[in-house]
Structure formats: C-alpha cells, structure tokens
C-alpha cells in the first residue's frame, strides 16, 4: 500500500525518468545498430578482420560500466552523451556478433544459386543473405537491447536521467519503495523489449526482410522519447545527487522553505565538483567537510533558514557487540573531540585531491596525536567494520582499524564501500558488520524518518540531535552511538568562490532571488 502511494505521488517523475530511460536505451541502440551491422557484414566478407573487431568489442563489453561512464567524463562531459556513448559501445557486440554469424551461416550454395541467377553482390546481400539472417541478426539486437535497459540505470550517475535516479536516491535514504519505483519498471520495460523483439524474430523470411527497414524506424521513434535533462528553466544550473533530492533536508526541503525551483540535473557525487570546477554547474550540493571545498576553490553558502539539521559524526555499534567486547567502547572514543570541521576537511583534501592513501592519512594523524600503536595479537575476536562509499568514511574506518589493534587484543576485518545508508546500516542491523561512522542527520531523518515537527523542535540543539537519535537507535534496534567525533559534516549549497562574488551570492536566499 505504501508502494501504491509513493508510485502515485511521484508519476509524473516516474513517467518522465521512464521515457528517458527509453529514449537512452534507444538512442544508443540506434546508432549500435547503424554502426554495428555494416561492421558485421563487412567482417563477414573480410574474415581476417573478424578476430580483431570482434575481440575489440569484446573488450569494450569486459569494462565495467562505472568505469566506462567515467571515461567518457573527461571527453564528453556530464549529461547525456556520455551515457549515450557508453551504451552504444555496449550495445555493439552482440551486434556485430549476430550479423556476422548469421550471414557466415547462410548455405553457400543458396548464395551461389542466387549468383548464378544474375544478382549482383548487394542483390544477394539485400535479398538473400540479410532476408536469411535476420532472425539471428534480431537476436543479437534483442540482446542489446536488454543490456541496454539495464545499463542505462547507470546514466544517472553522470546527469543523463533515466530510472537510475529512483533506484539510487532509494539506496541512500533507505527507501525500499524508491529503489521498487525505479527497479520495477526497468525490469518490465526490459521483459516488454525482449518480448516484442521475439515476436519480430520469429517472422517469416519475407516479413523478416521488410522488418529490416522498418525496425530502424521504430528505433527512431521511442529514441525521441528522451527529453534532455533540465532543458528548460533559469539561469544558473544546479547539480544534485539522488539522495539530496529525495531528502526534506535536500531539495524537498529547499522547495517548501526556500521556495527554490531551480534548473538542476542528478548526477553522482563522485563527478559532481569536478563538473562544478569546469563550469559545467552553477550550484552543486556536498557536504560541509569535503576535501573537494578546498580543492576546486568552492565556497558553500549561508543556509540562512537553517533547513539543514546538525550532521555531527559518530560510530554507531551494535549493542551485543559492545556487551561482548566491552574494551571496545573506550578505544572507539578516543577519537572524539579531536577532529573539527576544518582537519576533517584537511584529511578529505589528502584524499580527494592529493590521491593519498586513506590508511597512509589515517596513521599520519594517528601518530601526530600521539595516538598510535603497533598491532597486538588480535587473537580474542574479529571486530567488522564497515564504511560508505566515500573518502571521509575510508579515513575513518582506518583510524578505528589501528586503533582497535593497537589497543586490544581484537583482530579487525573491514567492509568499506558499502554505497548508501542503507546498505551500511542494513548490513549493521543484519549482523554483517559490528559497527560504522554515521551522522546525526542521517540517523535523525533518513533511519529514524523522524516526523517534521518533532525535527523543527530538534535541530536547533545538536545535543537533542544526537540524545534523540541514540535514544531511539537504542530501544528500536539495540543499536548505540558512542560519542561524536567532533566535526559536523552537514549538508550545503556550494558555488565556484569567484562566481559566487561576482553574482553577490553568500546565502541560500540570495541564490534563490538570482532565479526569480
């Protein structure tokens, strides 16, 4: 019933993200097929370049598809063509593949009757050989094409839109009828696809031939289903990860308080600032610590109505853990009150910018606090820790490692780059990990889901935060928060400094009268 709800609160973005979502998976697929059949034919003719071209694409379909994504960064910037440029090359093969095979296939002597009946090379090629391959053709198409849809979730990492969106703003907010919005219909559009094209495969010769002219077309068609993301609006351009959109202490709540409807795209987090340097975004949201600030000269602006809750650090540990390990406690709250703000923003730099190891950093900071001792023997117990996907929680997590060998008995085993809030804190509840670093903020609305007038009453007071959030975390799932480290990572607006100047831009308020 909950599921019904959220699907219809939120159909018109649904209805849009799955038409991109087609419209890329189409697109893609469109100019896959416009390269990869002449490739396959050509190959069919040429069979010493088989084993190249077709172990070039094979290659391409081995990279992984974040990764494939992100080097298309650097060339094509964020948005749609990157996405496109990444599908396409995933999509080749069992193109190429398909149309070589299935022309290979064709019996020798029906070519040579046809030859002999006075047809020309592209008269055997067009009336026999395409005809005759077809359904082996439409196969390797039907398989692009369901690589397609499930690839394209990815292109919301990179701005392009599509069903991703839902699936990895409900991984973060731990939003099960998030994820379900955008995995279902991603699912079924790749089941309708691959249906419709096994009808088309299963045509006879004639109906087949005529297919191959007119399935282009179709192509074309549900390609211009994708409407570029954030094509209209104001002046400025702003870039939003998933979750900050699907937060009230995000762009829900910049909407009802700040009354903010700005021009804005979603992209990943890990692409975000660098776009923002380059000038390709105006505004991005990020984190108040993020080593990223100082290294792209960014400057995060007032927020001047105080929609953005204290986000203070801390290991949350599961309860039996502790009552196991009681040693564990004191050694995890040596840290507290030794990092602020701006030293944790110093470590992110190291790691962010200066690509230094976050273990390397963590034992840096160890030793110059004196805090730091050589492995014991680590034979009593095996502590889990785990982490999110980013370079703070890497840090972090490698501080508690030698610190927990360096001053108990216990051994450690981490599970770092566990992605959103979900997955860390799922992983915690289920007993996959004892503990990890997480933040008052996120306990407070993203875990706890805590109602909008208990939060107002909250967030002035970052002792209620986090008395609030450890009461509620102990009695609904035994769950406790040691003591906070000591900075306050919180959510904020960030503007390239020099921008931001020349727009006389300092607070969220001001931003937001630069659009009316």
Known sequence: MDFLKFISAQSGKLLDQTLAHIGLTFISLFFAVLIGLPLGIWIARKRKMAGSV??????????????????????????????????????????????????????????????GMGMSQNQVLFKVELPLAMPVILAGIRTATVINVGVATLAAYVAAGGLGEFIFGGISLNNTNMILAGAIPAALLAIIFDFLLSKVQKLSFKKAGISLWIFPLVILVLSSFYVLPSAYGGKLLAGFTPEFMGRQDGYLGLKDVYKMHMRN?????????????????????????????????????????????????????????????????????????????????????????????????AKDFLVAHGLWKAPRNGKKGTIRIGSKIFAEQYILAAMYTMLIKGYTDLDVSTKTGLGGTKICFDA?????????????????????????????????????????????????????????????????????????????????????????
Request: charged letters at 20%.
């Open 54 to 115: 077709l172990g070039f694409a094979g290659v391409l379909q081995t990279i992984p598809s974040i990764a494939l994504l992100g080097m298309m960064i650097p060339l094509l910037g964020i948005g749609p063509k990157p996405a496109i440029t990444a599908l396409f090359l995933y999509a080749l093969l069992p193109i190429i593949r398909n149309t070589y095979t299935g022309i290979s296939g064709v019996d020798h002597a029906i070519k040579e009757a046809a030859r």
């Open 265 to 361: 795209v979603v992209i990943s987090d890990a692409i975000m600032y660098k776009a923002e340097y380059e000038k390709k975004l105006d505004v991005i949201s990020g984190y108040s610590t993020d080593g990223r600030l100082k290294a792209f000269d960014l400057v995060t602006l007032t927020d001047d109505k105080h929609i953005f809750p204290p986000y203070f650090a801390a290991p949350i540990v599961r309860n039996e853990t502790l009552q196991k390990y009681p040693e564990l406690e004191p050694v995890l709250n040596m840290l507290s009150g030794k990092i602020n703000d701006s030293v944790m923003t110093d470590l992110n730099y190291k790691a962010d910018y200066l690509k230094q190891d976050p273990e390397a950093i």
């Open 428 to 516: 915690l509840t289920n007993n996959q990990i004892d503990f990890y670093p997480e933040y008052t903020g996120t306990g407070l609305l993203i875990i706890l889901k805590t109602p909008a007038k208990e939060v107002d009453k909250l967030i002035t007071s970052k002792e209620k935060v986090f008395n609030f959030v450890n009461d509620n975390f102990n009695r609904q799932y035994k769950i406790t928060w040691l003591k906070p480290i000591g900075f306050n990572n919180t959510y904020a607006l960030m503007m390239r400094r020099q921008q931001a100047k020349d727009l006389g831009i300092t607070t969220i308020s001001d931003l937001v009268s630069k659009e009316k």
